[in-house]
Nanobody
Framework: QVHLADAGGGLVQAGASLRLSCALS????????MGWFRQAPGKERTFVAA????????VYADSVKGRFTISKNAAENTAYLQMNSLKPEDTGVYYC????????????????????WGQGTQVSVSS
């Protein structure tokens, strides 16, 4: 049974940094492409960033490009989302997601493409 445990959220001021983590258990980590999504209050879940299975190819939402970095650490079975220069509009519940992939260099940006989800971690940015 694959399980994703995301963590690292918190309450910070605008301009601060946070690093979210997503630990995968019950599966072969290098077999999974990973992604991060967020959901603001009263809004739909939206794409933030994604990374391919092993090639390291990444893609970002325009709103976070240049500020956020997604990465995978196979030794730790963990994916990360480094968030710098946080803005109040980054506030929301952040969810990590994972799915198996036959190709090394493909990433996925749609929530329906993912099989497994973390429980979510709250990020709140004050102005």
């Amino acid at each position: 049974q694959v399980h994703l445990a995301d963590a690292g959220g918190g309450l910070v001021q605008a301009g601060a940094s946070l690093r979210l983590s997503c630990a995968l258990s019950g599966g072969y980590f290098n077999g999974y492409a990973m992604g991060w999504f967020r959901q603001a209050p009263g809004k739909e879940r939206t794409f933030v960033a994604a990374i391919s299975r092993t090639s390291g190819d990444t893609v970002y939402a325009d709103s976070v490009k240049g500020r956020f970095t997604i990465s995978k650490n196979a030794a730790e079975n963990t994916a990360y989302l480094q968030m710098n220069s946080l803005k109040p509009e980054d506030t929301g519940v952040y969810y990590c997601a994972g799915r198996t992939s036959q190709r090394n260099n493909v990433y996925y940006t749609k929530p329906e493409s993912y099989t497994y989800w973390g429980q979510g971690t709250q990020v709140s940015v004050s102005s």
